[in-house]
């Protein structure tokens, strides 16, 4: 059983740009979450995708979205990047009520 | 006031020595209630999962969870120097259509020196 994995493992933006950042799930787990952790801090939740539907936004901009695709990978898009931005962000899959995190992609935005 | 308090330390304490680690929270919705270790620029990993009130056992470590008093423990026993880590309480509502979002502490950085 393969684990969570994401894509790239770090990136380097410049203010203003977009980024698209890849995970793939666990096998067998058709529900991934996507959390910001800005350093130092404890990871926040950004939203979440079930059978390639949001099922759950937290406090995060329109600039901030996603998808899910049908093998039950999934994208997190940020548009117009502020150096707020810059921090560690988290995929997390679930087939139940464990979440299941990947590595991470370290995201800087200069 | 934030839903999930943790003290975020860190903590630094000798090969062998017991550790507490605690969070407290707000809100009496929170059901599930979830420990995780997260080494440096990795990922979170479980550590522990609990869902009622109690304590909860696996080899050195135990978890404590108080719903009355709306507070949380992580006890490590016989602490080693692989369990230099940052330590982050995680709770969740029960789900009721809605997403099972995670609600994290801010971590406690936890160093056990040789």
């Known amino acids: 059983e393969t684990g969570v994995t994401q894509s790239p493992t770090h990136l380097i933006k410049t203010r203003g740009q977009q980024v698209t950042l890849r995970c793939s799930s666990q096998?067998?787990?058709?529900?991934v979450s996507w959390y910001q952790q800005a350093l130092g801090q404890g990871p926040q939740f950004i939203f979440q995708?079930?059978?390639?539907?949001?099922?759950g936004r937290g406090n995060f901009p329109p600039r901030f979205s996603g998808l899910q695709f049908p093998n039950y990978s999934s994208e997190l898009n940020v548009n117009a990047l502020e150096l707020d931005d810059s921090a560690l962000y988290l995929c997390?899959?679930?087939?139940?009520?464990?979440?299941?995190f990947g590595p991470g992609t370290r995201l800087t935005v200069t | 006031q934030k839903e999930v308090e943790q003290d975020p330390g860190p903590l630094s304490v000798p090969e062998g020595a017991i550790v507490s680690l605690n969070c407290t929270y707000s809100n009496s919705a929170f059901q599930y209630f979830m420990w995780y270790r997260q080494y440096s620029r990795k990922g979170p990993e479980l550590l522990m999962y609990t869902y009622s009130s109690g304590n909860k056992e696996d080899g050195r470590f135990t978890a404590q969870v108080d719903k009355s008093s709306k507070y949380i423990s992580l006890f490590i026993r016989d602490s080693q120097p692989s369990d230099s880590a940052t330590y982050l309480c995680a709770m969740r509502r029960t789900p009721q259509g809605g997403s099972e979002k995670l609600v994290f502490g801010k971590g406690m950085k936890l160093t056990v020196n040789p």
């Open positions: 995708y079930y059978r390639e539907e949001e099922n």
């Open positions: 096998s067998g787990h058709n529900t």
């Open positions: 997390a899959s679930s087939s139940s009520y464990e979440q299941y």
